[in-house]
């Protein structure tokens, strides 16, 4: 039940894309909806996606696929719309897509600025995620392409197009139409809807005009290679707090996924992290991130006034697993809120958003069953086993520091590549 709304994406396989137009990919999104077309101005565009849609959005998406462990990504230009508006989107997805005017520098300047600002006021509010980026990026091929889509390695490249923009202009025009001419096919589409059943024919026969206004034409697959990130690396901020990171590929350190992990995670962010770099440590927060297709695994402090010392606590973490003895109540507990995290409540549009990139993952019910089923299971010798993976991790994990005087200070007194954030 969706209240007459249909929701629609659009999602083009990136395969054919090469690496080095893939920083350009934030703002080739924002110029479809935000340049103007060959039939109106931006402004009139945008009146008429307020008129016609509940709203129009258009990102790439790096992804990890499950059993080849290789990156999958897709540029998705999405949209909803009632069901009496329909035929109006699947217009304006065809104007925005192929019609997009690239040639208005002044534009392009002002979204370009725009956007460098973003990424410059994101440091201090969002550095874990700025560490989490960098970590993820030293560890898998999907990170990297991500970060360098929306991390540090997009913001300096930002930086040189905004500093040196008039001369750089042709090029980047030229790209911007490249990346059209990439993405923008009939053989590499695929289409999710989330609607009502009753209006699938309708929504079905209006996206048809979309894809038969798609040219048609076969692209080889790019060989993406990404300049990986420093092993460890300090990132440096005019800040007076820091974020700190630690993190490492499970899967090259011999580990083989169970669901239990999502128990022993959850419990370390709501007790040990949570007592030793919250409330000891004094950080806004902490917490540990895995993704169970690449295989990266972090930990990250939030608004950290330590750096050396969260750092013994990621490693110290391994001796607490080995050594933790929890009541049955207390396992229960940390199975609950797993449980809890793992089935959250979702609204119809983010139903099919999950289940079109289990869909593009190869994510299936029967794996997700498995994996619910092995978290239900979770016993203390499970919390003991990955003690000896965070063993690991200590020994052998990569760092990355944000912050200022503390991070520096550290960096140098441990030879850590150090470099303006």
Known sequence: PTSGIAYVTLAFDMAALPTRLVPL???????????????????DLGLLVAARTGGMGAS???????????????????????????????????????????????????????????QEQHLVPAGHSVVLARLAAARSVAGGLSELADGISNMDIIRDWADNLDERWPDLKA??????DLLIRRDSLLINTTLEERHEDAVRKSMKTVVKALPARALAEEKWTVNMPPLDEALLIPAGVNYVGKGANLYELGYKFHGSINVVLKHLRTTWLWDKVRVQGGAYGAFSSFDRFSGSFAFVSYRDPNVERTLGIYDDTARYLQNIDLSPLELERGIIGAIGDLDVYQL?????SSSFYRHLIGDT?????????????????????????????????????LGGAAVEELAKEKNILTRRA
């Open 25 to 43: 990919l934030p703002l080739f999104s924002r110029a479809l909806l935000e340049m103007g077309t060959k039939q109106r101005s931006y402004v």
């Open 348 to 352: 119809p549009s983010a139903k099919g």
């Open 175 to 180: 790209d911007l139409s490249a990346i059209r």
């Open 365 to 401: 019910r029967e794996l997700r069953q498995q994996m619910r089923e092995e978290m239900l299971a979770t016993n203390i010798d499970d919390f003991r086993a990955l003690g000896a993976v965070m063993a690991k991790v200590a020994e052998s994990g990569n760092i990355c520091l």
């Open 60 to 118: 790439p998406v790096f992804m990890t696929g499950r059993e080849t462990r290789a990156p999958l990504s897709h540029f998705m230009v999405s949209g909803k719309a009632n069901l009496d508006r329909i035929d109006g989107l699947a217009e304006l997805f065809r104007e925005i897509i192929l019609e997009t005017e690239f040639d208005n520098l002044e534009r392009f300047r002002q979204m370009l600025f725009e956007e460098r600002a973003r």
